[in-house]
């Protein structure tokens, strides 16, 4: 676990740094309150993202644990009832789709913009901040108020036309080096199968629960070093 754990925040350093990296000398309004994006998310993480998040949750207080247990549940219940009722099968193991921007869109779009990420305090925040899952720290755009006006009403014009390439581009130049350094990766993590630990997709509220006993969260999930 505790090899995991170093690939986890390892990688996480590698992906904030390719990040920071391409997006310099672009504009961003991206910043810490502005939550739109975390409206509505399709929360599939990658096996390691799941025990990165684990672990974030477990240093939480015992009472912020609470909440986010219970909102879990909430989001769970209502994310699948919103994208049923779309014909969107959460639980397809199609990691592509399930990260397809304009997949997410359309999930939005149909009432799911009030249902905020279980992990979004109430003063705004991250309270995961920083093992936030891929797709949060590729969600990036250049103006906050058209980010808003997109989040808000997802099947408008604007969000194909402006956010979508815009995070596409950036995804594209991401994946490519991201690979790159991934080889570099597994030769400082040769234990670790890092193509079942970044290939394998989770949909986190079936894999997280929280332990009321003993007050943590626990996962299972299909390769767990
Ligand atoms: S992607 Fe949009 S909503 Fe999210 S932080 Fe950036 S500007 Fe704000
Ligand atoms: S994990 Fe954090 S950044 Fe990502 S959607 Fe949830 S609250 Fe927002």
Redesign the pocket.
């Known amino acids: 676990m505790d090899r995991l754990l170093s690939f986890a925040e390892n990688r996480a350093r590698v992906i904030d740094s390719i990040i920071s990296e391409i997006t310099s000398g672009l504009r961003l309004g991206c910043g810490k309150g502005c939550?739109y994006?975390?409206?509505g998310?399709p929360?599939w993480v990658r096996t390691v993202e799941a025990f990165h998040?684990l672990e974030a949750l477990n240093k939480l207080p015992i009472k912020d644990r609470r909440v986010i247990a219970s909102r879990l549940r909430r989001y769970e219940r209502e994310y699948l009832e919103a994208a049923q009722a779309q014909g969107y099968t959460p639980e397809s193991p199609v990691p592509e789709e399930a990260l397809d921007v304009g997949k997410l869109g359309l999930i939005c779009g149909l009432g799911m913009n009030e249902v905020?990420?279980?992990?979004?305090?109430e003063d705004g925040?991250?309270?995961?901040?920083e093992a936030?899952?891929s797709?949060?720290r590729l969600?990036l755009f250049s103006d906050r108020e058209v980010c808003r006006k997109d989040w808000e009403n997802p099947l408008a014009f604007a969000w194909k036309s402006e956010i979508a390439p815009f995070i596409d581009r950036i995804k594209e130049e991401f994946y490519r080096r991201w690979n790159v350094e991934l080889k570099k990766l597994q030769n400082i993590y040769p234990e670790l199968d890092l193509s079942r630990l970044e290939g394998e997709m989770l949909f986190l509220p079936k894999h997280l629960r929280f332990d009321p006993v003993k007050k943590v969260f626990r996962i299972k999930a299909p390769y767990n070093p």
């Open positions: 939550t994006c975390c409206y998310v929360l998040l905020p990420c279980p992990f979004l305090s925040s991250c309270s995961v901040y936030r899952p797709m949060c969600t």
